[in-house]
């Protein structure tokens, strides 16, 4: 099983970019998927997080109104759209997979997969 999180780079302040995380091995439909970040010296965050087909997504307060999840269970990614970034994005981003929504939250020991980071550095 494999989560591959891909599309970070190097951007400056107020552009878009838009993360992909590839599950293989596994049927992401079956799972609710969410976004977390580290930055350099901090904590491991959670982003965003939607529920089995779509219906429900949460993000955090720092990143609402800029960030939005999607699924393409089709293709087995999720997405990350990310809008107007800031310097204090830069992180590295990495996606995860739980059979329950509720589990993709900071700091849980519930969720069943995580993937290899991809990173996001933000130029002022």
């Known amino acids: 099983v494999q989560l591959q999180a891909s599309g970070g780079g190097l951007v400056q302040a107020g552009d878009s970019l838009r993360l992909s995380c590839e599950a293989s091995g596994l049927s992401v439909s079956l799972y609710a998927v969410g976004w977390f970040r580290q930055a350099p010296g901090k904590e491991r965050e959670f982003v965003c997080r939607?529920?089995?087909?779509?219906?429900?997504?949460a993000s955090a307060d720092s990143v609402k109104d800029r960030f939005t999840i999607s699924r393409d269970d089709a293709k087995n990614t999720v997405y990350l759209h990310m809008n107007t970034l800031k310097p204090e994005d830069t992180a590295v981003y990495y996606c995860a997979a739980a059979l329950y929504s509720s589990a993709l939250y900071s700091g849980s020991n519930a969720i069943d997969y995580w993937g290899k980071g991809t990173l996001v550095t933000v130029s002022s």
């Open positions: 939607v529920s089995q087909g779509g219906s429900r997504a």
